[in-house]
């Protein structure tokens, strides 16, 4: 999108990308592709010729992730077009990031960083336990983990110190640090994508609810445009707080900010100036093309520009919901945990579209190879912290008709709440009574909801989401997203399913078309 709207603006592109899945379908997408490594050297290499053969305006690096990120400090002065190399370290150094948070009055969760042990351990004393341990630099939320004690939170520090280029290059320093931040239980996690212009001026993209809570990487969870829950007045902070952001950090181009919201209160987890990967989303969700407009606002344009052109438009009107779902693969590898995390685990994602949230939720389990059940049993055990949502799904699959079978701590919570359970469960390996393996093995349930807790409860939940992957049971492991395909099944029960085109929702519902049900 980036070479096609810089095409149209009558400027030429290359291409350096060494990703064949990428380049064998759109390898003239650009004028020019250089299939090399995204290396400084095959970098610099590239820039060189490009000098030599003509006036070179600048390097993109903001469109490709975190590598070509890491490689922007490095290039030659001058050629990074939109947020500058020093704005991007700026975002990722903690103790820099922490005083803008502060100038701008913006909470963070508390946090501190470690290259030591010790220090890791007197961080998590201060603010508490559990607490988030990444590394700096990271796509993907590779070697991210939750901790909950001090020998996990040493295992923890000893696998990052060998972890990817860490152990490469020497493992901790001061310029790679661990990042230790005080983990927020049953927050709702939020992306915002924005772009900012030269001028100063920001638009706020989409505002996204997690259907996950925070903790669960936002490339595994679902997410919501508009936001399902948050009130308008929290969604007002966020997009303040982001325009805030963006206009100290001096983005020039796209921004992608993360929140957490618990009790009404608005966290912000981290900031980073580029592309975000749902952009995309964002972008078929509103209508309004968000990668175009970034390009060239990086290459001079302002967004008042843009918006004579034609370019930059006003999103589609309200009245229907976006859903983005992950495509997870445990389908294909049935012995592998199905449980999500901090890091990522999806190969892919779909989008479901729709009047209602259960609806396009619905669809975007559908798309995602999820079919939800519309009768039966659905099994839930559930984490203590998650039985006031859990409680919330349960009474939903009651009303749609379901039977609820429950480990004996979930059934009482739900039974206490006037929630009818069908079935108690023993314990995994009881020696008495039916455990939860095998009444799924025995083909008496439709659908799993097991929310792990620390690593006893994930630990004994796995023998039950293994055994859900093995007789392809739909397995949940949040209560949230219990709750949204909960939604999702009474809604498509009282509402028949339609087709329509994607360019009937962004141009209004409010038309006569026919519709096609699915």
């Not at 390898?27 to 820039?47: G, H, K, Q």
């Not at 009651?398 to 079978?405: L, N, R």
């Not at 739909?474 to 339609?498: F, K, N």
């Amino acid at each position: 999108h980036a070479s096609f709207a810089l095409a149209d603006a009558g400027i030429e592109t290359v291409m350096l990308n060494c990703n064949p899945e990428t380049v064998s379908t759109d390898y003239d997408t650009s004028d020019r592709l250089y299939f090399e490594p995204l290396t400084l050297e095959d970098a610099l290499n590239v820039i060189e010729a490009e000098q030599a053969a003509g006036d070179l305006l600048g390097v993109i690096v903001s469109l490709g992730g975190q590598t070509p990120l890491k490689l922007s400090g490095a290039l030659p002065k001058g050629l990074v077009l939109g947020t500058s190399p020093e704005s991007i370290d700026l975002a990722e150094d903690r103790e820099r990031w922490n005083a803008l948070c502060a100038r701008l009055e913006i909470p963070q969760p508390a946090g501190g960083t470690a290259t030591t042990v010790e220090q890791a351990h007197a961080i998590a004393e201060r603010v508490g336990y559990p607490v988030l341990m990444r590394p700096s630099y990271v796509l993907g939320g590779r070697a991210m983990e939750i901790v909950y004690d001090d020998e996990s939170l040493r295992t923890a520090m000893e696998h990052l110190a060998h972890f990817g280029s860490l152990g490469k290059e020497g493992g901790l320093s001061a310029e790679r640090p661990v990042l230790v931040d005080r983990f927020l239980e049953d927050a709702t996690e939020v992306d915002v994508d924005a772009i900012r212009d030269q001028a100063g001026e920001v638009i706020i993209g989409g505002v996204m609810e997690h259907v996950e809570e925070a903790g669960v990487h936002s490339g595994d969870s679902a997410c919501a445009i508009p936001p399902y829950s948050l009130s308008p007045d929290t969604i007002a902070v966020i997009e303040a707080h982001t325009r805030a952001i963006a206009t100290e950090l001096e983005v020039v181009g796209l921004i992608n900010v993360q929140y957490a919201v618990k009790a009404n209160q608005v966290f912000v987890i981290e900031a980073n100036p580029r592309a975000s990967r749902t952009v995309p989303f964002v972008a078929k969700a509103t209508g309004v093309p968000l990668v175009k407009i970034a390009a060239r606002v990086m290459v001079g344009a302002t967004l008042a520009e843009l918006r004579a052109e034609g370019l930059l438009h006003d999103p589609a009107p309200a009245g229907y919901v976006a859903v983005k779902e992950a495509v997870l693969p445990f389908n294909r590898f049935p012995d592998a945990d199905s449980v999500l995390g901090p890091e990522m685990r999806s190969t892919g994602e779909v989008m479901g579209i729709d009047t209602t949230f259960g609806l396009a939720f619905a669809k975007s389990q559908l798309a995602a190879g999820e079919r939800l059940p519309t009768h039966g049993c659905v099994f839930m055990s559930l984490a203590d912290r998650d039985k006031k949502v859990g409680t919330d799904a349960a009474r939903q699959f009651v009303e749609a008709g379901f039977t609820i079978a429950a480990t004996a701590g979930t059934a009482d919570a739900l039974e206490a709440a006037g929630v009818p359970v069908a079935t108690r469960v023993a314990k995994v390996g009881e020696a008495t009574g039916t455990d939860a393996v095998e009444l799924i093995s025995s083909g008496q349930v439709d659908l799993v909801v097991n929310s792990p807790r620390g690593r006893g409860a994930r630990a004994d939940g796995a023998h039950i989401r293994a055994a859900a992957a093995v007789h392809g049971i739909p397995c949940l492991t949040t209560a949230a997203a219990g709750w949204a395909a909960a939604s999702g099944i009474l809604d498509r029960a009282a509402h028949e399913v339609r087709v329509r085109t994607i360019q009937e929702f962004h141009a209004g519902l409010d038309n006569d078309r026919p519709e096609l049900p699915l």
